[in-house]
């Protein structure tokens, strides 16, 4: 790996990230702040995110907190990818609930990294959690 004064930090890699990502732009997520291992977004449900019993398709939540898990484990500016990811839903979520995502690293190790991604409503009720396992790559972002 390259030297750690080449990273860029976390806000030059989520604009790396995003200038190429038209499926978090479909999705509509607003990033609130990216840190060293960390991410907050928010997004609001519309209605092709909807299944056919009018509540949010679980696909478009494990997508959203995908998202924030990349931008968590790429802040470092090393190229990482999921290893390991998996959700489980609380709470059903319906058109136009605002859901808030939070990504903070758990464990960051030389090839390997675990981020906890919450999933709340507006109310601050947890809708979804989402854990994932990062693989940390040779190359920079």
């Known amino acids: 790996m390259e030297s750690q004064d080449n990273l860029k930090s976390p806000q030059e890699v989520l604009n790396t990230m995003l200038a190429n990502d038209a499926f978090s732009k479909w999705l509509g997520l607003h990033i609130d702040k990216v840190d060293v291992g960390y991410c907050k977004l928010h997004f609001s ?7 056919g019993f009018s509540s949010v398709h679980g696909g478009v939540l494990f997508s959203a907190a995908d998202s924030a898990f990349a931008f968590a484990c790429n802040s ?3 190229l990482s990818v999921a290893l390991d990811v998996n959700i489980s839903f609380t709470r059903p979520v319906k058109l136009g609930d605002i859901i808030s995502i939070e990504a903070n690293e758990i464990y960051l190790g030389k090839k390997t990294g675990i ?6 409503n507006e109310q601050n009720e947890l809708v ?5 396992t990062s693989y940390r790559t040779s190359r920079l972002v």
Do not use: P
């Not at 981020?115 to 709340?120: A, G, P, R, W």
């Open 76 to 78: 470092h500016g090393v």
């Open 128 to 132: 979804a959690f989402f854990k994932g």
């Open 115 to 120: 981020y906890d991604i919450k999933l709340f």
């Open 45 to 51: 449900i519309k209605k092709e995110m909807l299944n």
